[in-house]
């Protein structure tokens, strides 16, 4: 196929119109999803799928997409699209890339949590094994100039080597918003590999995106070489700092997802860093809209490249795997009181439920 070799997209989940960003769910990713597919010129947004009828009807009025079902099956089989996205809560995520691969579509974008449970981890690597296709995990902040000028820093040594990176989501839980960082700081750490994490949760009454939720959890965790990553799932940082990096020769913060901070002898140095665009940033005809809303077209465009036979993105499924093992492990680690090694033993693979589920019951 050639660079401009057009697709056709549906968005699995569109979700509720017009409710409010908060924790427990409420807003419709899927909304966002479809913005993404009509801003690119090389797809067609042609269908969506809902089991809400009264959210379907609003979003195909909205996006002025023709088809709408109500099963993922029969959109599979009679919109036959290129490439979806997938915005429903997580223990549908499976069966859904499952149905998707088998009837044809080339390229899945797929919300995080990625999976339900260690227990999928297997089989969607067998699918993926079995029928060739493309996945990308939205964790579409490594696309951020903010977070890639952190990384080339860190990469350039400027403060030495990195003993801790600290962080904290307000308000939010360790799978849906903190995944992202989860994901920022193996991003930051190069991908490397993470041999052990703690975790603690307080669980009680909450739920929402179709399971359980924790009111307050952590997350500690060990790089092969050394450095440690602590979340807090529930308390944010002061001064809207996203991110507190200690090394032996000094300090970052990233602020704002906007402003990087760099504190060493040598004095202190800030970087905004809004105006930095990664490559092919410009080419996307958006150079005025807000940094987030080019992260998500920046994975479009990769997840089209990698169907065309170019290389895996950086939130191809492979690596989007090892951010999901070490979330998935805090919560493990907090139903075994004790620390979880990966990569993960028989009885962790062997999970099929929910982990904050299981903790739920336990209440």
Known sequence: MSATQKYTAAVVGVGKPKQPFKKGGGHAIGHIHARMFLRSPRVDLIAGADIASENL????????????????NELFREAKPDIISIGTYCGLHLPIIEAAARAGVKGIICEKPFLNSPADIDPVRRIVAETGVKICVAHIRRYNPTMQRCRQLLRDGVIGQVITYFSGVEGWDLSEMASH???????????????????????????????????????????????????????????????????????????????????????????????????????????DSPDWLPTWDMMLADLMRWIEGGPAPMMAMDNALK????????????????????PFDAAAVAINDYPVEILARRK
């Open 323 to 342: 951010t999901f093992e070490v979330n998935q492990a805090a919560y493990i680690s907090s139903i075994r009181g004790d620390r979880v090694d990966l």
């Open 181 to 287: 960082w989860f994901d920022l700081i193996r991003f930051f750490h190069d991908d490397k590999p993470v041999k052990s994490v703690f975790g603690q949760a307080r669980v009680r009454e909450l739920r929402g995106y179709g399971h359980a939720m924790e009111d307050h959890a952590i997350a500690y965790f060990e790089f092969e070489d050394g450095a440690r990553g602590i979340i807090d799932g529930g308390r944010g940082l002061p001064n809207g700092i996203n991110f507190i990096i200690s090394g032996t020769a000094g300090t970052i913060r990233v602020m704002g997802e906007h402003t990087v901070v760099v504190d060493t002898i040598a004095g202190q140095r800030i970087e905004p860093c809004s105006h930095l665009r990664p490559d092919g940033w410009s080419n996307l005809g958006i150079a």
């Open 57 to 72: 009807a609003y979003y195909q009025n909205e996006f002025n997409v023709p088809q709408g079902f109500k099963n993922y």
